[in-house]
Nanobody, 124 residues
Framework: QVQLVESGGGSVQAGGSLRLSCAVS????????MGWFRQAPGKEREGVAR???????SYADSVKGRFTISQDNAKNTLYLQMNSLKPEDTAMYYC??????????????????WGQGTQVTVSS
């Protein structure tokens, strides 16, 4: 079992920055992949970034060069640094971890554990 709790969302003007955090607690299962997803009103959930246990990362084209995913294993925390934010980045952001029975595929990983989400709003 994995529990994920996001924080760090908020409102910011276009061009600004935010850093999202995701506190990870797990009993025995250790995730190979962690990721960030987002869902805007009326749109499907989309993958934003993914990081593997070896540190390799992948990003959606829409955020490449602006967002950075990282993890601090000592603190059991996943981060998403978001710079040069745009109004189209407005969405609920979710932290996710892969699971043996995960059903959401993204960059080679099946995600099945989800946080409750944190809202990011970017105004023009």
């Amino acid at each position: 079992q994995v529990q994920l709790v996001e924080s760090g969302g908020g409102s910011v003007q276009a061009g600004g920055s935010l850093r999202l955090s995701c506190a990870v607690s797990r009993n025995t299962y250790r995730s190979y992949c962690m990721g960030w997803f987002r869902q805007a009103p009326g749109k499907e959930r989309e993958g934003v970034a993914r990081i593997e246990s070896d540190g390799s990362t992948s990003y959606a084209d829409s955020v490449k060069g602006r967002f950075t995913i990282s993890q601090d294993n000592a603190k059991n925390t996943l981060y998403l640094q978001m710079n040069s934010l745009k109004p189209e980045d407005t969405a609920m952001y979710y932290c996710a971890a892969d699971s043996p029975d995960g059903s959401t595929w993204y960059f080679g990983c099946y995600f099945g554990y989800w946080g409750q989400g944190t809202q990011v709003t970017v105004s023009s």
